[in-house]
């Protein structure tokens, strides 16, 4: 099994920037002598924190559940506590790193999406409505960088009135003209990333209103996706199982909100992502 970390300044050659994340933990399995050899999709997955810490509860938890699903799984530690836009060049190098390293992680290029959640979803929603802007291309030059879906967990899109305030304003560096920039319902074009969006209707941190904006525009620009909304269930409630849960959150009667990953799963193999 592959399980190390890629700084991906040194691999891409780009100066690092003072305190700058921009690392991949790969969790990947080792090719089985006894079979034929297996081609796998990848994840790359971004937790969230608000931009100023990453919750390791929607890190590794989340990555061992793709894996055990036969994913090839990436992890990414993105730069904190700074704004747009080292964090998306950072999830574009990412991705770009992962396609050009198909065959070292037996891992089919065209089959390679990314999750995101709360303000990991924000980042993931850039990379699938953005992934093509001049600050991406001007630093790590072509490639494609584009997920091939993308899934958004209780993510934050507006930077308008129903957004998460201390995501949109790390992000934006309180620059308004920038947080209306990075307001991904108006983002959304033909192009974006399909998605699989789920929420639940009782998070008080991030309003539910977040996923129904970008359904919205979705639906409008005709790509893809799918949406769901679970009943019960604070915020941040990632896998939620034993090993994510705490005195605050993931309650007996949130346990449908675990069905996000069988349905999440389903949506991906109707796009062709299973082990070859």
Not at 179 to 195: H, I
Not at 227 to 235: A, P, S, T, Y
């Amino acid at each position: 099994m592959f399980y190390t970390t890629v700084d991906l300044y040194d691999y891409f050659h780009i100066p690092r920037g003072e305190n700058a994340g921009g690392s991949l933990t790969v969790y990947a399995r080792s090719r089985n002598p006894e079979n034929s050899p297996r081609i796998r999709p990848a994840i790359l997955i971004a937790a969230g924190g608000g931009y100023n810490y990453l919750s390791f509860r929607e890190g590794e938890p989340v990555a061992l559940k793709f894996l055990a699903e036969g994913y090839a799984v990436f992890l990414l530690n993105y730069t904190i506590c700074t704004p747009y836009p080292v964090p998306l060049i950072e999830a574009a190098m990412a991705m770009k790193y992962i396609r050009e390293n198909a065959q070292t992680y037996a891992v089919d290029a065209d089959r390679v999406c990314a999750a995101g959640f709360s303000a990991g979803g924000h980042l993931v929603g850039m990379l699938a409505t953005m992934f093509g802007e001049k600050e991406v291309i001007e630093r790590i030059g072509g490639g494609h960088v584009r997920p091939d879906a993308v899934i958004l967990s209780y993510p934050v899109i507006t930077t308008g009135i129903r957004t998460h305030g201390d995501t949109a304003n790390t992000i934006s560096g309180g620059d308004p003209k920038l947080a209306a920039r990075l307001s991904l319902e108006k983002r959304v074009t033909k192009e974006s990333s399909p998605a699989f969006i789920w929420h639940t209707s009782e998070d008080d941190c991030v309003a539910v209103e977040n996923a129904f904006l970008m359904a919205q525009a979705y639906r409008a620009a005709g790509v893809p996706f799918e949406l769901h909304i679970f009943e019960k269930g604070g915020h941040g409630l990632s896998t939620s199982d034993i090993e994510v849960c705490n005195e605050r959150g993931c309650r007996g009667d949130v346990e449908a909100v675990r069905m996000w990953i069988p349905l999440a799963l389903n949506f991906l193999k109707a796009r062709g992502f299973e082990v070859r």
